[in-house]
Antibody, heavy 119, light 107 residues
């Protein structure tokens, strides 16, 4: 079964750091670009970041650029999101998602993990 | 900057056709994807490359694209289609962009 499972979401204080993980199974992980997408409570989807198959190409939304880094370990079928200098507005449900390829959308999504930034 | 605009809400009667639009100044030279998200669930890809349906998505879901507007159409709408729908496109500067989402209500 193709599956993505996120973990690492917790309550953290403003200015703090957090690392999210996403474990992939059931498919050739290193064949796919991967994404992080978040959703603030009661709000819409917001794309956060993507990483290419080899891990050398990365892109970020302006809202997280310079604070978040994305990485992957293809030997462990794992995706990561390092979140630094967290702000109240980073509070959201964070999903990892698989890119179908060739600009054909995100076809597999995890169940998400909750990040709450609060003092 | 490139933005995708969707109507906040659309209402439809059961069995009727629902249309949800997604517009953007630069959407004309890009392809669009559509996602369905039900409360408490992760998004599901329902249309990609403007018109293509992933396996397992019912035929009543279709997509079209004309100029700067992409449209998701649900024919013979059922109560279980009630959900939030998001369009998404790729942009050279922002990489990935989602529309604001449309809440589809089946009355």
């Amino acid at each position: 079964e193709v599956q993505l499972v996120e973990s690492g979401g917790v309550v953290v204080q403003p200015g703090g750091s957090l690392r999210l993980s996403c474990a992939a199974s059931g498919f050739n992980f290193d064949h796919h670009t991967m994404h992080w997408v978040r959703q603030a409570p009661g709000k819409g989807l917001e794309w956060v970041s993507l990483i290419g198959r080899a891990g050398t190409n990365t892109y970020f939304a302006d809202s997280v650029k310079g604070r978040f880094t994305i990485s992957r370990d293809n030997s462990k079928n794992s995706l990561y999101l390092q979140m630094n200098s967290l702000r109240i507005e980073d509070t959201a449900f964070y999903y990892c998602a698989r890119d179908q390829g060739n600009y054909n959308g995100l076809d597999v999504w995890g169940q998400g993990t909750t990040v709450t930034v609060s003092s | 900057s490139f933005e995708l605009t969707q109507p906040p809400s659309v209402s439809v009667s059961p069995g009727q056709t629902a249309s949800i639009t997604c517009s953007g100044d630069k959407l004309g030279d890009k392809s669009a994807c559509w996602y369905q998200q039900k409360p408490g669930q992760s998004p599901v890809l329902v249309i990609y490359e403007d018109t293509k349906r992933p396996s397992g998505i019912p035929e009543r879901f279709s997509g079209s694209h004309s100029g700067n507007t992409a449209t998701l159409t649900i024919s013979g709408t059922q109560a279980l289609d009630e959900a939030d729908y998001y369009c998404q496109a790729w942009d050279s500067r922002t990489a990935v962009l989602f529309g604001g989402g449309t809440k589809l209500t089946v009355l």
